[in-house]
């Protein structure tokens, strides 16, 4: 929920803010990474590797990532999405 409130503030979310990452979800997050993280891929809402590379850039410098930028899911990906996902929810609680 956190990072879809973020997404909707910032980088023109507009689905439904339910925790469930669709492709407007990844559209928003591939518009973030974009701006933010470096990603340089298609806004096309499918989550590959170059966007999964941004997101580990991003949770890296922000969210404690210690893996590889790789643009591989695995654990640790996760565990900082999930820090990440956790923060924003506090910080974006109010949309």
């Given at each position: ?55 580990q850039r ?32 506090l910080a974006?609680?109010?949309?």
């Amino acid at each position: 929920l956190g990072l879809q409130r973020m997404l909707a503030a910032r980088y023109q979310y507009r689905g439904i803010v339910d925790g469930i990452p669709g492709s407007l979800t990844w559209s928003a997050m591939q518009r973030f990474l974009d701006v933010n993280w470096g990603y340089d891929g298609k806004i096309d809402g499918i989550p590959g590797p170059l966007t999964w590379r941004a997101a580990q850039r991003w949770l890296k410098a922000r969210y404690g990532y210690k893996g590889l930028i790789d643009g591989v899911v695995g654990p640790l990906t996760i565990a900082a999405l999930q820090r990440a996902g956790a923060a924003n929810a506090l910080a974006y609680k109010s949309q």
